[in-house]
């Protein structure tokens, strides 16, 4: 492991966690415009740790849906990371429980780009931590900061916040859709499909409803050709 390698890899590892550990403010200021108090907010990320379910969650609470419809967005959204962790196990090989809880805990979409881009097995396992936990204490410090700052602002401002969720999901979403991206086509397509049934469904279904239907249509249109 050369000197520059190493240094290549902590640069993009913590330029990276910093910049989406940033969007923990905006979590914070959601998580408090759905009726959340700071901890509950902090708490949220500090467990869930996966910032589409957990603006996914905040938005059907804000949008006055019942727990088991935001409950069941997050986890729908979670699943992602399943598969990351199935593609991270060979390549970090975290021994015993307590490294596997904590390795499974950090598995994102981030930390699991940085290790599986990075040249060999050793840079990978500083890149996925180093990643990890940059974005882990960014984000949460910055969801006390989002949350807390919320709290304090007044009605008229508060109201303003309904612009956060849709805001920090474009945010992290556009990346994804740009030409440069894997297969931007079929991804514009799928994200257009699911934000068409959620629209369609919104007038006839409760809320929170057409967020767990939307997901579940785009997890059907993701599946690999051929699948069962």
Known sequence: MSRAARTAVLRDAVGLGVAVGLYGVAF???ADAAGLDPWQALVTSLLMFT???????VGVLGAGGGGPAAIG?????????????VRLAPLLAPRGLARRLGTAQWVIDETTALAVAAPDRGLARLAFLTGGATIYLVWNATTLVGALGAAALGETAQAALDAVVPAAFLALLWPRLR???????VA???ALGGAVVALVLTPFVPAGVQVVAAVVAVALAGRPRGAA
Request: glycine share 16%; aromatic share 6%; no cysteine.
């Open 179 to 185: 030409a440069g991206a894997e297969e931007p086509a």
């Open 51 to 57: 910032g589409a379910s957990q603006f996914a969650m």
């Open 73 to 85: 967005s997050a986890l729908l959204l979670g699943t992602r990371n399943t598969v990351y962790g």
């Open 188 to 190: 514009r397509r799928v």
């Open 28 to 30: 914070g200021a959601a």
